[in-house]
């Protein structure tokens, strides 16, 4: 019978993880992988670039826990951090290089062109989404979809909730 690890804080699950209990990484994984690949799909757009990027956070975490230190960061917030440093990583090897004249302004989004009946709503919050500084996506990713509340995210991210 595989024991219950529901109700197992993330401290201690790492601490059985590192010490080699397989089910104890298993149940980290299934507790975190789903926010991760999907705050980095919010960042990203791509679903294989973010799945890509849960699985190299995830690859580190699995070093990090051999020297884990549970009075420390939470897991989730050390996982955010990661991954959201992974998603800048990716978007700055991803930008391409333009002169000025060639940057559409991004502050403005035209929406007309996906008004034929429905609007794509996804499409439009997302240029929205990136074209704001990288530190307010991330709020508002954490906060509006990963459902965080202000002040865990602000905990999450090092900075005052205000």
Request: cysteine-free; proline content about 2%; charged content about 30%.
């Amino acid at each position: 019978m595989v024991d219950d690890l529901s109700n197992i804080t993330d401290d201690e699950l790492v601490r059985r993880a590192a010490a080699g209990e397989q089910v104890a990484w298993t149940a980290l994984v299934d507790r975190h992988l789903a926010s991760v690949m999907s705050f980095a799909w919010y960042r990203l757009g791509d679903r294989v670039e973010a799945e890509d990027i849960a699985q190299e956070t995830l690859l580190r975490f699995a070093k990090k826990a051999l020297t884990w230190e549970p009075d420390g960061a939470k897991v989730r917030t050390w996982l955010y951090r990661v991954a959201g440093n992974l998603v800048i990583d990716r978007q700055r090897a991803r930008r391409p290089v333009s002169s000025i004249e060639d940057i559409e302004d991004t502050s403005i989004i035209d929406i007309q062109p996906h008004l034929d009946g429905k609007l794509d709503t996804r499409r439009v919050v997302h240029r929205a989404l990136i074209a704001l500084p990288a530190r307010q996506q991330v709020m508002l990713i954490l906060v509006y979809y990963q459902g965080y509340t202000v002040k865990e995210a602000a905990e999450m991210l090092a900075v005052s909730e205000h």
